[in-house]
T-cell receptor, first 115, second 115 residues
Framework: GNSVTQMEGPVTLSEEAFLTINCTYT??????LFWYVQYPGEGLQLLLK?????DKGSNKGFEATYRKETTSFHLEKGSVQVSDSAVYFC??????????????FGAGTILRVKS | EAGVTQFPSHSVIEKGQTVTLRCDPI?????LYWYRRVMGKEIKFLLH????????ESGMPNNRFLAERTGGTYSTLKVQPAELEDSGVYFC?????????????FGNGTRLTVT
């Protein structure tokens, strides 16, 4: 079946540190991949996505590259800010593209950034 | 535009009682989804409405859960009778279409605690 595995948190970093949150997936076919972020007291927001192998999604300084050979979609940011403190969810949308919003999520990774 | 709103934000009930959660999607969004996150684990798909019709209810855990979307506008999710394992955060999301190119907009969630 389809599944997403994320690194366990919490991840605690100092401001301006480099961030990596690992995400690997299991899926048949060619899924689309997503990162969602949940800030305190808010709902999930789409952070970035990639729809095919070698695509790079990017937004707000965050990046993730769809790696089919390693079935990974790791989230990176070069310099985190306190405002990036949130829960980050990796997710996939199983193929086909025509029915794309039944997402499979990982367990989420808490990020805490200290000033 | 108003986002997806969910009510209540928190609910604490005793085992055996009934609870009804409500979701108001973004106006004009035909597609409405319910997801659930239990005990800090993965967010899991429950069901999907297209207008007033259930497109996919494969994620509904058992027949204690009943979802409706009369008139194709707001949706309710009733749990009757509630059990301890139903505790978690229930998210509602809506989108214009069910393609993964149509972003999901999430509500802030309802935190349900069954004691």
């Amino acid at each position: 079946g389809n599944s997403v595995t994320q690194m366990e948190g919490p991840v605690t970093l100092s401001e301006e540190a480099f961030l990596t949150i690992n995400c690997t997936y299991t899926a048949t076919g060619y899924p689309s991949l997503f990162w969602y972020v949940q800030y305190p007291g808010e709902g999930l927001q789409l952070l970035l996505k990639a729809t095919k192998a070698d695509d790079k999604g990017s937004n707000k300084g965050f990046e993730a590259t769809y790696r089919k050979e390693t079935t990974s979609f790791h989230l990176e940011k070069g310099s985190v800010q306190v405002s990036d403190s949130a829960v980050y969810f990796c997710a996939l949308s199983p193929a086909p593209m025509e029915y794309g919003n039944k997402l499979v999520f990982g367990a989420g990774t808490i990020l805490r950034v200290k000033s | 535009e108003a986002g997806v709103t969910q009510f209540p934000s928190h609910s604490v009930i005793e085992k055996g009682q009934t609870v009804t959660l409500r979701c108001d999607p973004i106006s004009g969004h035909d597609n409405l989804y319910w997801y659930r996150r239990v005990m800090g684990k993965e967010i899991k798909f429950l069901l999907h409405f297209v207008k007033e019709s259930k497109q996919d209810e494969s994620g509904m855990p058992n027949n204690r859960f009943l979802a409706e979307r009369t008139g194709g506008t707001y949706s309710t999710l009733k749990v009757q009778p509630a059990e301890l394992e139903d505790s978690g955060v229930y998210f509602c999301a809506s989108s214009l279409s069910d393609s993964s190119n149509s972003p999901l907009h999430f509500g802030n969630g309802t935190r349900l605690t069954v004691t």
